[in-house]
C-alpha cells in the first residue's frame, strides 16, 4: 500500500505533467453578434485576437505574445488593410493607409516611433499616383515628385532638413517649365528663378522674396545667352 508521501509525490508529478491550459473566449455585441475573439494560454493573451465589425466584417486582429501586443493590423469594412502595427528589435513601426471618403486610396507612409520613415506616396482617386516624398526620422528630406493627371511629373524637388533647396516644374506634356534653385533658411524662395517655354529656350526670369512673385522679365534672344550663364 503507498504511503502518504508516495501519493504526494505521484499527485505532483500528474499535475506537471498536465498539458497547459489552452482557450478562447468571445465576447458580443449588445445585438449578439460576434466583437471578439480571444485566445489565451495559461491565462495571458497568446496568439491572436480578432475584432469584428457588427455587420460581421473583420474589424482588426491582434497578436499576443505572453500578454504582450506585439502586431496588430486594422481593416476597413470592405477588406482593406488601414493600418498595421509591429514591434520589431524595439521599435515600433506602422504602416498607415488612408483613404477618400469614397474609398479610394489616398496616401500610403511608414512611421518607426511614431515618425514617417522612408517613402510616402499619395494617389488620385484613379489610383495614379499623385506624388512621392521620401522621409528621413520625420522629416522630409531627399527627393519629392508630384505627378500630373496623365503620369507625367509635375514637378521634382530637393530637400535638405526638412527644407526644399530646388525644384523643377514641369508643362503636363512633360517639357521643363520652371527652374528654382534660391530657397532661404526657412524653405522659402528668395531670388532668381527661371522660365521655359515648350521648346527648353529661356523665356523669362522671375525674382521672389518669400515666396512672393515680385517681377517677371522676358527675357530677348540676343541676351539669352547671358542670362543662361549668370543666373
Not at 15 to 18: R, T
Not at 91 to 104: F, N
Given at each position: 500500500m503507498p504511503?502518504?508521501?508516495?501519493?504526494?509525490l505521484?499527485?505532483?508529478?500528474l499535475?506537471?505533467?498536465?498539458p497547459?491550459?489552452s482557450?478562447?473566449?468571445?465576447?458580443?455585441?449588445?445585438?449578439?453578434?460576434?466583437?471578439?475573439?480571444?485566445s489565451?494560454?495559461?491565462?495571458?493573451?497568446?496568439g491572436?485576437?480578432?475584432?469584428?465589425?457588427?455587420?460581421?466584417?473583420l474589424k482588426a486582429e491582434y497578436e499576443?505574445?505572453?500578454?504582450?501586443?506585439?502586431?496588430?493590423?486594422?481593416?476597413?469594412?470592405?477588406?482593406?488593410l488601414?493600418?498595421?502595427?509591429?514591434?520589431?528589435?524595439g521599435?515600433?513601426?506602422?504602416?498607415?493607409?488612408?483613404?477618400?471618403?469614397?474609398?479610394?486610396l489616398?496616401r500610403?507612409?511608414?512611421?518607426?516611433?511614431?515618425?514617417i520613415?522612408?517613402?510616402q506616396?499619395?494617389y488620385?482617386?484613379n489610383?495614379?499616383?499623385k506624388a512621392?516624398r521620401?522621409y528621413v526620422n520625420g522629416?522630409r528630406?531627399?527627393s519629392a515628385k508630384?505627378?500630373?493627371?496623365?503620369g507625367?511629373v509635375q514637378?521634382d524637388w530637393l530637400?535638405?532638413?526638412a527644407n526644399p533647396?530646388?525644384a523643377?516644374?514641369?508643362?503636363s506634356?512633360g517639357e521643363?517649365w520652371?527652374?528654382h534653385?534660391?530657397?532661404d533658411k526657412k524653405?522659402r524662395?528668395?531670388g532668381?528663378?527661371k522660365?521655359?517655354d515648350?521648346n527648353g529656350?529661356?523665356m523669362a526670369l522671375?525674382?521672389y522674396e518669400?515666396n512672393?512673385?515680385?517681377k517677371?522679365r522676358?527675357?530677348g534672344?540676343?541676351?539669352?545667352?547671358?542670362w543662361?550663364l549668370?543666373y
Open positions: 504511503s502518504f508521501f508516495q501519493t504526494f505521484l499527485a505532483i508529478m499535475v506537471l505533467s498536465m497547459a491550459v482557450q478562447e473566449t468571445e465576447k458580443y455585441y449588445e445585438s449578439g453578434a460576434l466583437q471578439f475573439e480571444y489565451y494560454h495559461n491565462d495571458k493573451l497568446q491572436f485576437t480578432k475584432e469584428y465589425y457588427e455587420s460581421g466584417e499576443y505574445r505572453t500578454n504582450k501586443l506585439i502586431a496588430k493590423k486594422e481593416f476597413r469594412r470592405d477588406g482593406n488601414e493600418y498595421e502595427l509591429k514591434y520589431e528589435d521599435q515600433k513601426i506602422e504602416k498607415e493607409k488612408k483613404y477618400y471618403p469614397t474609398g479610394e489616398f500610403e507612409h511608414t512611421l518607426i516611433n511614431g515618425k520613415e522612408g517613402l506616396i499619395d488620385y482617386q489610383g495614379q499616383k512621392q521620401q522629416q528630406d531627399g508630384g505627378y500630373h493627371m496623365n507625367k514637378g530637400f535638405q532638413n533647396v530646388s523643377t516644374l514641369f508643362y506634356t521643363k520652371l527652374v534653385t534660391h530657397f524653405g524662395l528668395n532668381t528663378s522660365e521655359y515648350k529656350t529661356l522671375r525674382y518669400e512672393e512673385m515680385l517677371r522676358r527675357i534672344s540676343w541676351s539669352r545667352w547671358w543662361e549668370w
